[in-house]
Structure formats: structure tokens, C-alpha cells
């Protein structure tokens, strides 16, 4: 392993890429549609541009864990970094509907890259002791980003043009691409040396595990998808609530992942049960579900939100631990990469399902697929953590 003063002032670096990319994103998604719709462009063609940064993301993974496990990570994130500013720039510049296709698929293929990356990186800087509250400094700088990002873009969106904004997620980008070309190249050389490898011990095929790690968090993220799609709607038509109440909702989510990821993830290394962690942070957002599907005061649904924030920090800091945990260093990578292609197809197909339910039935029908999803993903993890207790209990001593 790379020596501690070292590590942790790359682990700073990292969390700073990721809290500008993603303050970034954030900026950028509750301007979107009015951006877009500025322009003139049919609804039909609107949608076309929404749809396709998600297949960009599906596109995402695969070729990114790929290029990480052959090159070793530097280049990669330089390369994801500036292909960002670069979009970032062209979207806001043109208006013609190819072009503006184009970036947004290469914004989509981005997101999931620097997913991959980050995760991947941070799992071989760390080790088994502390690899939940390296995970969890990443997620948190997600939760600052969900925060920041929609703050600043309102604020912005009062003073200047649409496209402004766009401008100034370029300069976020490249700031953390500085941040990242200042970090060593022989530390994304080199490669866990843990002695032990658990997969060694347990005898799980790998294909068995990339289809359990591949399912759930498939299901986490079509949960993720529904709750976004349907919640402001859910919170303005049946709730009452107004704009201002709903984008608070959300600031609680953030402000709650921002404050419990490091404390998370340093319980689920203490533990050292992050499959069990994972199933509590499951539980947490259906909680979370259930409390605005029950009430509609303000205060109990935002307690909701703020066990909703610490449950998603608690599923996102264990479960790539987790796979850090079990698949072996040279495969990390691309496992991760093919895990995060394959689950955003849940954000993709899961809220065209919960859409159909609700023009056939009403939009409380969301919200209880959306709790189905989550048992479902609760369940095969109980399912996998019993198999490979019971593998650990049966080994030779």
C-alpha cells in the first residue's frame, strides 16, 4: 500500500474531483429542460436529447473499467476530465440538435466513466480496514454537490443567460482535472497488495457474483430513477406541496448524505458486515418512501428525507467496498465498470414501468413499485450474505 501522508492527500485530491463533477451535474439537471426548451425544439426532440445521455451512461462502464485495468487510471480520469470541459463548453455554445445529441451522449458515457473511476481508485488506495470511509469521503462530496449544485445554478439562472451556467461547470471540471493531473502517476500504478483475498476463500465464480452485485444495484438504481421521476409530482399533486418545499426535500437528502457518509462508512469497516450495512441502508430509503406515502406534514417527511440521505450513504459506501472486499485486484476495475453499465439500464427501463403503472392507476402505484424494487434488492442480499456466512463457516481452519 502507498504510504499514509501520501494517501491522504490523494484521497483529499480525489474527494475534490468528485464534489466538482458532480456539484457540476447537479447544477446543470434542474436547468436542463428550460435550456433545452429555450431553443425551440419539439417535445419529441427534447426527449430524444434527455433519453440519450442515459444510453451514454449505459455505454459508460464496460470500455472505462477496460481502459482502467490495462492503463492503470491516470490517463483514463485526465482523458474522462477534459472530454467534460470540452462537452460542457460545445453544449452551451451550439444549438444545432445533432451536435447537442452528440455532447450528451459523451456527457452520459462521462458520468458513468468518473463513477468507475473514482470507485475503482479509491478501492485500490485503500484496504480492508478502511475502505468503507474512503468510499464514504466519496460519497459525501456527492451529497455537498446535491447541495451546492442547484443553489448556485438558481442564483445564476436570476442573473444571467441559460447557457452561462454551462460555462461555469466547465470551470468546475477543470479544476478538478488540475486536481488530478497533481496527483502522482505511480500511485495509479500500483495495486492492492492485501494478503488476503476473500475470494479465494469463499469459492464464489465470478460470474455468480457479477450477476448478484449487477442485480442489486440494478434495483437500487431503478429505485433512485422512480423517486426522482415521481416525487415532485407526487409532492405537488397529492402532497400540496409547493417548489420551494420540494427542492427542500431534496437539500435534505443531500445535506443527510454529506454529514453520514465518513461516520457510515467508518461503521461499516468497524463491522466489517457490509452486506448487512447495505441491507440497513435499503430499509432506510423504503422508510423514507413509506413516511411520505403515509404523511404529508412537512416535518415528518423531511425526517424521512434524512433517513432516506443516510440510507443511500449507507448502501453506496458498503457496496463498493464490498466488491473492493471480494473480486480480486486485477479484476476491480472492469468489474466495477460492467456492475455501473449494467444498473443504469434501471434508470432507463424502471420509470418507463412505474410511468405505465400510473397512467393505468394512480401515482401512489410509483412508490409501491418503487418499495417492491427495493425489497427485492434487500432480499437477494440477505440471500448472498447467508451463502457466504455459511461458506465461511464450513471452510477448513
Same mark, same amino acid.
Given at each position: 500500500?502507498?504510504?499514509?501522508?501520501?494517501?491522504?492527500?490523494?484521497?483529499?485530491?480525489? #474527494?475534490?474531483?468528485?464534489?466538482?463533477?458532480?456539484?457540476?451535474?447537479?447544477?446543470?439537471?434542474?436547468?436542463?429542460?428550460?435550456?433545452?426548451?429555450?431553443?425551440?425544439?419539439?417535445?419529441?426532440?427534447?426527449?430524444?436529447?434527455?433519453?440519450?445521455?442515459?444510453?451514454?451512461?449505459? /455505454?459508460?462502464?464496460?470500455?472505462?473499467?477496460?481502459?482502467?485495468?490495462?492503463?492503470?487510471?491516470?490517463?483514463?480520469?485526465?482523458?474522462?476530465?477534459?472530454?467534460?470541459?470540452?462537452?460542457?463548453?460545445?453544449?452551451?455554445?451550439?444549438?444545432?440538435?445533432?451536435?447537442?445529441?452528440?455532447?450528451?451522449?459523451?456527457?452520459?458515457?462521462?458520468?458513468?466513466?468518473?463513477?468507475?473511476?473514482?470507485?475503482?481508485?479509491?478501492?485500490?488506495?485503500?484496504?480492508?480496514?478502511?475502505?468503507?470511509?474512503?468510499?464514504?469521503?466519496?460519497?459525501?462530496?456527492?451529497?455537498?454537490?446535491? #447541495?451546492?449544485?442547484?443553489?448556485?445554478?438558481?442564483?445564476?439562472?436570476?442573473?444571467?443567460?441559460?447557457?452561462?451556467?454551462?460555462?461555469?461547470?466547465?470551470? /468546475?471540471?477543470?479544476?478538478?482535472?488540475?486536481?488530478?493531473?497533481?496527483?502522482?502517476?505511480?500511485?495509479?500504478?500500483?495495486?492492492?497488495?492485501?494478503?488476503?483475498?476473500?475470494? @479465494?476463500?469463499?469459492?464464489?465464480?465470478?460470474?455468480?457474483?457479477?450477476?448478484?452485485?449487477?442485480?442489486?444495484?440494478?434495483?437500487?438504481?431503478?429505485?433512485?430513477?422512480?423517486?426522482?421521476?415521481?416525487?415532485?409530482?407526487?409532492?405537488?399533486?397529492?402532497?400540496?406541496?409547493?417548489?420551494?418545499?420540494?427542492?427542500?426535500?431534496?437539500?435534505?437528502?443531500?445535506?443527510?448524505?454529506?454529514?453520514?457518509?465518513?461516520?457510515?462508512?467508518?461503521?461499516?469497516?468497524?463491522?466489517?458486515?457490509?452486506?448487512?450495512?447495505?441491507?440497513?441502508?435499503?430499509?432506510?430509503?423504503?422508510?423514507?418512501?413509506?413516511?411520505?406515502?403515509?404523511?404529508?406534514?412537512?416535518?415528518?417527511?423531511?425526517?424521512?428525507?434524512?433517513?432516506?440521505?443516510?440510507?443511500?450513504?449507507?448502501?453506496?459506501?458498503?457496496?463498493?467496498?464490498?466488491? *473492493?472486499?471480494?473480486?480480486?485486484?486485477?479484476?476491480?476495475?472492469?468489474?466495477?465498470?460492467?456492475?455501473?453499465?449494467?444498473?443504469?439500464?434501471?434508470?432507463?427501463?424502471?420509470?418507463?414501468?412505474?410511468?405505465?403503472?400510473?397512467?393505468?392507476?394512480?401515482?401512489?402505484? *410509483?412508490?409501491?413499485?418503487?418499495?417492491?424494487?427495493?425489497?427485492?434488492?434487500?432480499?437477494?442480499?440477505?440471500?448472498?450474505?447467508? @451463502?457466504? %456466512?455459511?461458506?465461511?463457516?464450513? %471452510?477448513?481452519?
Amino acid at each position: 500500500m502507498m504510504q499514509t501522508n501520501g494517501l491522504n492527500k490523494n484521497v483529499v485530491l480525489m #474527494v475534490m474531483i468528485c464534489f466538482f463533477t458532480n456539484m457540476g451535474g447537479y447544477m446543470i439537471l434542474p436547468l436542463f429542460p428550460l435550456f433545452i426548451e429555450q431553443m425551440k425544439f419539439s417535445v419529441f426532440a427534447m426527449s430524444v436529447i434527455f433519453a440519450i445521455f442515459y444510453v451514454g451512461k449505459v /455505454c459508460g462502464g464496460v470500455p472505462t473499467g477496460i481502459l482502467l485495468r490495462k492503463s492503470g487510471g491516470k490517463s483514463v480520469g485526465v482523458t474522462l476530465l477534459a472530454m467534460l470541459v470540452i462537452s460542457m463548453i460545445g453544449f452551451a455554445w451550439t444549438t444545432n440538435f445533432w451536435l447537442l445529441c452528440v455532447l450528451r451522449f459523451i456527457q452520459g458515457v462521462i458520468a458513468t466513466g468518473l463513477t468507475v473511476f473514482v470507485r475503482s481508485t479509491i478501492n485500490e488506495w485503500s484496504a480492508e480496514d478502511n475502505r468503507g470511509t474512503y468510499n464514504g469521503y466519496i460519497s459525501s462530496s456527492d451529497g455537498a454537490g446535491m #447541495v451546492l449544485g442547484p443553489v448556485i445554478s438558481g442564483w445564476m439562472s436570476i442573473y444571467f443567460p441559460l447557457n452561462v451556467p454551462f460555462y461555469f461547470v466547465a470551470i /468546475c471540471s477543470g479544476l478538478a482535472l488540475l486536481a488530478l493531473i497533481k496527483i502522482n502517476n505511480n500511485h495509479f500504478e500500483q495495486r492492492s497488495k492485501e494478503t488476503v483475498i476473500k475470494e @479465494k476463500d469463499r469459492k464464489i465464480k465470478i460470474n455468480e457474483k457479477l450477476a448478484f452485485y449487477s442485480t442489486v444495484h440494478f434495483l437500487e438504481m431503478s429505485a433512485f430513477a422512480v423517486f426522482l421521476t415521481y416525487f415532485a409530482l407526487y409532492a405537488t399533486h397529492v402532497m400540496g406541496w409547493s417548489s420551494f418545499s420540494t427542492s427542500a426535500a431534496f437539500t435534505v437528502v443531500g445535506v443527510s448524505t454529506f454529514i453520514s457518509a465518513p461516520f457510515v462508512g467508518m461503521i461499516s469497516d468497524r463491522l466489517q458486515d457490509r452486506l448487512m450495512i447495505c441491507m440497513i441502508g435499503l430499509s432506510l430509503i423504503a422508510v423514507e418512501v413509506i413516511m411520505f406515502l403515509a404523511f404529508d406534514q412537512h416535518w415528518i417527511v423531511y425526517i424521512g428525507m434524512l433517513m432516506g440521505g443516510i440510507g443511500g450513504a449507507c448502501y453506496l459506501d458498503s457496496f463498493f467496498a464490498h466488491i *473492493a472486499d471480494t473480486v480480486h485486484p486485477e479484476q476491480r476495475s472492469s468489474f466495477i465498470g460492467n456492475v455501473v453499465s449494467f444498473s443504469e439500464l434501471g434508470a432507463i427501463v424502471s420509470p418507463i414501468i412505474a410511468g405505465m403503472l400510473v397512467s393505468s392507476f394512480s401515482l401512489y402505484v *410509483a412508490f409501491y413499485f418503487n418499495l417492491a424494487i427495493l425489497f427485492a434488492a434487500i432480499l437477494i442480499q440477505f440471500v448472498m450474505r447467508y @451463502k457466504l %456466512k455459511k461458506v465461511e463457516y464450513t %471452510k477448513p481452519v
